[in-house]
């Protein structure tokens, strides 16, 4: 019930297309869901995230879509860059953020020039 | 303002050693939590400081252990180190005030 479960693995797009990628969640304890971003040999980054009283959320090019009766949550990435290119986590956390983060799989992104 | 910091960049052990990984958190930041981040495993929930208390523990045995200063920094010591503890150890650190776990860029140890 603590699992995240992430997908797909691995996702090739091109310049200037959409990105999406989806969690989903069994504990609905879960109250705080962020995404972060890794390149190689760097620690994840914090991009966005978002609380279930909000359905959606957007920052830039990246959006977090909420659902919460499904227990669901995805990443869009519009007009999606070369510099993108990077594995994407979802995650999920209860009391906030306080608590650890239980996170997805990852998706390993290519953006084709 | 700095970045949550991790010191060394690289530790090589061989079996059975013991070896010590440090975290400096973003000042201000009163909790840090160690993750794990092993190929194929993904990031793996180890322990959280908070005011020098652990509150939590991830599903490790208990040669994973560590400790929080007074001044918030960590420290995270693998004793009797097995091949498999081979993977790269992030720091993060949270303010009270938020919720956001903000990570340093790891340190990857490698078991030989």
């Known amino acids: 019930q603590q699992q995240v479960k992430q997908s797909p693995q691995s996702l090739i797009v091109q310049k200037g297309g959409i990105s999406i990628i989806n969690c989903a969640y069994e504990n609905t304890a879960f109250d705080y869901f962020p995404w972060y971003q890794q390149f190689p040999g760097k620690g994840p980054a914090l991009l966005i995230a978002i609380r279930p009283d909000v359905s959606e959320k957007k920052e830039g090019r990246f959006t977090i879509s909420f659902n919460k009766s499904a227990k669901q949550f995805s990443l869009h990435i519009m007009d999606s860059q070369p510099g993108d290119s990077a594995t994407y986590f979802c995650?999920?956390?209860?009391?906030?953020?306080?608590?650890?983060?239980?996170f997805g799989k990852g998706t390993k992104l290519t953006v084709n020039p | 303002e700095a970045g949550v910091t991790q010191s060394p960049t690289h530790l090589i052990k061989t079996r059975g050693q013991q070896a010590t990984l440090r975290c400096s958190p973003i000042?201000?930041?009163?909790?840090v939590y160690w993750y794990q981040q092993a190929l194929g495993l993904g990031l793996q929930f180890l322990l959280w400081?908070?005011?020098?208390?652990?509150?939590n523990r991830g599903n490790f045995p208990p040669r994973f252990s560590g400790r929080q200063f007074p001044n918030y920094s960590s420290e995270l010591n693998v004793n009797a180190l097995e091949l498999e503890d081979s993977a790269l150890y992030l720091c993060a650190s949270r303010s009270d005030r938020g919720d956001e776990q903000f990570f340093g860029p790891g340190t990857r140890l490698t078991v030989l």
């Open positions: 995650a999920a956390s209860m009391w906030g953020g306080s608590e650890k983060l239980v």
């Open positions: 000042s201000g930041h009163t909790s």
């Open positions: 400081y908070d005011e020098g208390e652990e509150r």
